[in-house]
Structures are given as C-alpha cells and as structure tokens.
C-alpha cells in the first residue's frame, strides 16, 4: 500500500489569533501532514507576523501572502495548485484538529 504524501492547506484571512492553534494541531499529529501550507488572503491583521514566527519553528509549514484579497475558494484554489502532496486536507484557520485524527483517516484513504 502506497503512503500519501498529505497537504494542509489553510486559507486565512485576519484569523492570526487562530493560527497558532491549528498549525500546532496540525504539526503535532502522530502521522502530520507532509505540508502545512497557508495563504494570507491580504490579511490586516496580524497573521503574517505571527505566520513568519511559526514557520522559523513548525517544520514543514510554508506560506505564501497575497497582495489582494480573492476570498476563500480563491485562497483554496491557490493553496491547492502550489500544493506538493498527494491528497489535500483543507482546514480553516480557527478549527481545532484533534489528536490522533490523520493517523485514523489517512490509512483509510490510503485503503481506497
């Protein structure tokens, strides 16, 4: 059976608060992402200061900012195409990902 390589991509945009929580969710997974990929959507907030001091600490977390909003599925989309993995997983910026979720679902996506 083949192991995916797994994509998380996030949209954001002005839910810097949030970030924290769901990257941290996301890196400390018993089986993480490959990837953790975010795309400001030409946040006013905080959120790209706060994502430069999580990247120098989450390996595997990369972002990208762009320069005018688009809106979710835009950021989606984008997220999607710079995207290096198998299979995408796309979480908001202010959900929570339990522990344990990945190891759970990716075998059985691996499976089918």
């Known amino acids: 059976m083949k192991r995916l390589q797994l994509s998380a ?13 769901v990257v941290q969710d996301l890196a400390s997974q018993t089986r993480p992402p490959d990837e953790i990929l ?3 959507d030409a946040s006013t907030d905080d ?13 595997g977390l990369r972002w990208v900012a762009e320069r005018e ?7 989606v ?15 908001a910026a202010d959900d929570r990902v339990l522990p344990g979720f990945l ?7 691996e499976a089918h």
């Open 38 to 40: 975010v795309v400001d």
């Open 9 to 21: 991509v996030i949209p954001n945009h002005n839910h810097g608060a949030f970030l924290e929580d």
């Open 69 to 75: 909003r688009g809106g979710c599925n835009a950021a």
């Open 47 to 59: 959120s790209r200061q706060r994502l430069a001091r999580l990247e120098r600490r989450i390996p």
């Open 77 to 91: 989309n984008r997220g999607a195409g710079l995207a290096r993995g198998d299979a995408l997983f796309l979480v």
């Open 103 to 109: 190891e759970r679902a990716l075998p059985l996506l």
